[in-house]
């Protein structure tokens, strides 16, 4: 369920970094529609908490560097090494298509770092980007690390509904692809998600997470290569060292 309160504030985020800029309340109100006190009541209360300021006389706001310490800070609690992302960089050169970390969010799978392709027609992909987990090359990558009876429970916690043609719809199903790409050593979707889109994938147990690595791209490019860029991604994972 979707609370709708957090959901504005985190728009309201967004609308700050794409603006770049401070933003009075008849902007704000004008970007979303929502009520004028309502706008005025969620400023008024960041600002108390000291997470907006009014940096000039317009009475415009914009976001202080607390948010900023505040990342900073949950980053160290749960860091992911330099390396990490060094290696996306070098793989994403490599091949010139978008890699991702993903890792598991109950029934899906979230982006943690991303490297875009440069190309055109490119998979493009935002950190905190969610997918289901279970017809997803990255939400496979990360199944086949769960012991048995952890996979089955959460097989079971799925929502299952057809998403393209030929999209995994029974526990039973995912349970087969998953492992089959254990045996492959690699994950593979092609456009069961979303036509078009393809995906592979590779476990990355860093430390006691169970992450995955992905190569994103049209299937038009990447699904001729897709044994090439397996191995390739196998390869760099059991080489990684932090």
Do not use: C
Not at 2 to 21: K, P
Not at 72 to 90: G, I, K, N, T, Y
Not at 91 to 110: I, K, R, S, W, Y
Request: aromatic share 10%; net charge negative.
């Amino acid at each position: 369920m979707r609370v709708r309160q957090i959901g504005n504030l985190f728009s309201l985020m967004e609308y700050f970094v794409l603006a770049g800029q401070p933003l009075t309340v008849r902007e704000i109100v004008a970007e979303f529609g929502w009520a004028r006190s309502t706008v005025f009541n969620m400023l008024s209360t960041m600002v108390e908490e000291g997470y907006l300021y009014q940096p000039g006389a317009r009475g415009a706001y914009f976001p202080t560097p607390k948010w900023m310490v505040l990342a900073r800070q949950l980053s160290e609690v749960q860091p992911l090494p330099d390396s990490v992302h060094a290696l996306l960089e070098e793989l994403a050169h490599e091949t010139g298509e978008t890699l991702f970390l993903a890792a598991p969010d109950g029934v899906n799978a979230v982006f943690l770092d991303v490297v875009e392709s440069s190309a055109d027609i490119r998979f493009i992909a935002d950190v905190g980007k969610r997918l289901p987990i279970h017809v997803t090359a990255a939400g496979r990558a990360i199944i086949a690390q769960y012991p048995p009876a952890e996979r089955a429970a959460l097989l079971r916690r799925i929502d299952y509904r057809q998403y393209e043609e030929g999209a995994y719809t029974s526990p039973e199903a995912v349970e087969a692809a998953v492992r089959e790409g254990i045996e492959r050593g690699w994950h593979v979707n092609l456009g069961l998600y979303a036509s078009g889109v393809a995906g592979i994938a590779v476990p990355f147990p860093l430390r006691d997470r169970r992450d995955a690595i992905v190569i994103g791209g049209p299937v038009s490019r990447i699904g001729g290569e897709i044994e090439a860029l397996g191995s390739l991604l196998r390869r760099a994972v059991d080489h990684y060292k932090e």
